[in-house]
């Protein structure tokens, strides 16, 4: 008798993988090999466990050689998509797997005519497995009511909204309280605080890449052609840090970054957004500058100070005909 097969042969990929939130956070970072990446990791896990794969330095190092990336590289990918929750958080940190809950639901329709399929109880994210699947434990026992089992263990999150009081109940008692149009039900606990701050993130990474994305159609198409993604991504992460530890607004960001370009000087000096964090001679933020002049040139300064303002520049122009993006 042959060794029974676990993995699948192909997997469905939705055509609209590119627009998911997730998956353009992964390319505003890392380009495109972050989406290729992602790809392989589906594939690979796939191909061996079918609903899940063991990361370990061996499977590390043949990936890293499969996409062509330095493992230091694949790693800190890893580490984000674990922490956008593209991969299952819990499982990964427990038992050193790579799953998620749409992988095994892919997983188990893939398999609905095989026979002989067997799922790790641990493992298990989905509250309900097909028939053909036997359902093992740990000391290698068989569960006979393997659903009812699933949907038991997997615990809900219910906050209710008027005293935002989080409570943990399970999937058996949902239905009787998702009704309620003032109870919100999450499917696992710990996302009710994870999901915010993932959700958070998203949101931030997507507004600083349409802020890098303005600024780089601002450009020539000459210099806008030397933006490689590795340095558009050098910006979007300028921007974050321009929010998160300088402790501007994304609409002042915006604002000034607009406003260099309008602007007889700045706009051939001012050739990134990498510039915002830099200082000037006075060891002053250059965003903390640029937002001060900006309010100024609004209010349009007198002569005098126009002139003064011009000589100070005219020490920090940059006159290399190489100029930097990153």
Known sequence: MGLRKKGLDSFPMPVSMDIQDEVMMLEAKYGIEGFCIFVKLQMAIYNSGGYFMEWDEKTSLLLAKRVNVNIEKLNVVIEDLVRWRMFDQKRFEKYQILTSCEIQKTYIEQVGRRKGVEMFDPYILV???GDNI?????DGEVNPNKNNAAKN??????V???????KKTTTSNKKRVESDPMIE?????ADVIGDSVVQVELED?????EIADE??????EREAAKVTPAILSKW?????????????TYDEVEAVLRWTRQHDFWSVNVQSPMKLRKKDNNKVLYISRLLKEMKADKGSGSKIQKIASSAQRLQEVDFSKNRSYD
């Open 127 to 129: 509250s309900e497995v």
């Open 134 to 138: 036997t359902v093992v434990f740990k």
């Open 153 to 158: 263990k997997v615990d809900v999150a219910i």
């Open 160 to 166: 209710d909204k008027t005293t935002t009081l989080v």
């Open 185 to 189: 039900v999450y499917d696992d606990p």
């Open 205 to 209: 990474n997507i507004r600083s890449k």
């Open 215 to 220: 600024f780089l159609g601002t450009l020539e």
């Open 236 to 248: 979007i992460d300028t921007i974050l840090k321009c929010v998160r530890i300088d402790k501007y």
